[in-house]
C-alpha cells in the first residue's frame, strides 16, 4: 500500500467534527497527488510513449553548454564500468560487438568489445543491468561495430525500457568518410531503420568511417595528418537520415583532427543547417594530430549549446587552455 493510500485511510478514521465537505476536498486533493506521483514515476521509469530525455535536461547542472558533459569512454570491461559509475562522467560510451564473454561457454551473442576484440568480461545485458541499477544515474551511449549485433541488442535493450530513464545514444558509422577509410560503414538504410522502429525517441549518433593517424592497416606503417570532410559526406548522410524519414534527435560525431579546414568547416555547418536541432559530437583518437585553433574555430562558431566534446584527456587540457588564453 502507498504512502499515499496510508495517508487516505487515516483521513477516513479522523474524528467526525471534521466535516463531510472537508474530508471530501482532501480526498480529491490525495487522488490528485496519487495521480501526480504515478506519473512522475511512468516518466522516470521510461515506459512506452514517455519521451526518453535529452541531455541537457537531464543533467540541468551543464546549464545547455553541451561542452561540459563529461565522458566514459570505450567503457568495455567490469572495471572500466565501475570505475565510470564510480565516477563524475555523465555519459558513459561503450562498444557492442558479437562475442563471447569471458570463461564462458556457448555462442556469440553482444557484448561489450571494440573489433579486433571478440571477447570481454562484460555482456551487452550485463552492462545494462549494472548501469540502468546504479544509485547514480549516467546516460549510456552504446556504439555498434557489427550490423549482427544491432537487432539483437535493440531487443535486449527494449526488454528494459521500462528502467530507462536517463539518455540514451545510438552509435554507428554508416557512411565511408575521409581519407579514403577502408572500414565498410554499416548498412545505413537498416541500420536506421531498426533503431527508429525500437527507441525513436533515442539519439541517433550517425556519421562516418574514418581513416585517420596511424594507419595499422599498412606496411610500412603511415601516419595520416591530413584530410577534410568533404559536401559529398554531408549529402550522402543527410540522403540516407530523409530517405529513412528520421523524427528524432540527431547527432553527428566528428574526427577532431579532419574537421578543422576550411572545406571540412564549411561542409559540417552546412549539414547542421540541414537536419534541424541537430548536433555535433567532437572526438579524436589516442594518437591523433590536431589542429587546436581550427578546432575552435568551428566550436566558437557552431556554439556550446550545439557541440559535445568528447576527446582524449590531453586535447581536453589543450582545448580548455585554448578557452583560458582567448
Not at 540502468?132 to 552504446?142: A, D
Request: net charge positive.
Amino acid at each position: 500500500m502507498s504512502r499515499y493510500q496510508c495517508s487516505s485511510v487515516t483521513y477516513i478514521c479522523l474524528p467526525s467534527v471534521l466535516s463531510i465537505k472537508a474530508v471530501g476536498w482532501t480526498m480529491i486533493l490525495l487522488f490528485t497527488q496519487v495521480k501526480s506521483a504515478s506519473h512522475l514515476a511512468s516518466h522516470i521509469h521510461g515506459n512506452d510513449g514517455v519521451t526518453i530525455p535529452s541531455v541537457a535536461k537531464f543533467f540541468p547542472q551543464i546549464q545547455s553548454d553541451l561542452s561540459r558533459v563529461k565522458w566514459g569512454h570505450g567503457v568495455n570491461s567490469k572495471a572500466q564500468l565501475s570505475q565510470s559509475l564510480q565516477g563524475t562522467d555523465m555519459m558513459i560510451e561503450a562498444d557492442v560487438s558479437m562475442g563471447i564473454v569471458t570463461g564462458r561457454e556457448g555462442k556469440f551473442l553482444p557484448i561489450m568489445a571494440h573489433p579486433p576484440f571478440k571477447s570481454s568480461d562484460l555482456s551487452l545485458e550485463e552492462f545494462l543491468d549494472i548501469t540502468l541499477s546504479s544509485r547514480t544515474p549516467k546516460g549510456i551511449k552504446l556504439d555498434f561495430k557489427d550490423m549482427e549485433a544491432v537487432e539483437l541488442s535493440l531487443r535486449t535493450i527494449k526488454t528494459r525500457a521500462n528502467k530507462i530513464y536517463a539518455p540514451l545514444w545510438l552509435n554507428a558509422d554508416i557512411i565511408q568518410g575521409p581519407v579514403n577509410a577502408t572500414t565498410k560503414p554499416m548498412d545505413a538504410r537498416r541500420f536506421l531503420n531498426l533503431t527508429k522502429s525500437y527507441f525513436p525517441d533515442a539519439v541517433l549518433s550517425v556519421g562516418w568511417t574514418t581513416r585517420y593517424g596511424p594507419d595499422v592497416s599498412s606496411w610500412p606503417l603511415q601516419i595520416i595528418n591530413e584530410g577534410s570532410y568533404t559536401m559529398n559526406h554531408m549529402i550522402q548522410l543527410r540522403d540516407a537520415l530523409r530517405a529513412a524519414q528520421i523524427r528524432q534527435p540527431v547527432t553527428f560525431p566528428i574526427r577532431a583532427g579532419l574537421c578543422t579546414t576550411p572545406e571540412s568547416q564549411r561542409s559540417i555547418i552546412w549539414l547542421l543547417e540541414q537536419v534541424e536541432d541537430s548536433t555535433l559530437t567532437i572526438w579524436s583518437g589516442p594518437f591523433d594530430t590536431v589542429d587546436v585553433p581550427g578546432l575552435m574555430k568551428l566550436i566558437k562558431h557552431v556554439g556550446t549549446k550545439r557541440i559535445y566534446i568528447d576527446v582524449s584527456s590531453g586535447l581536453l587540457c589543450e582545448i580548455q587552455h585554448f578557452n583560458d588564453r582567448y
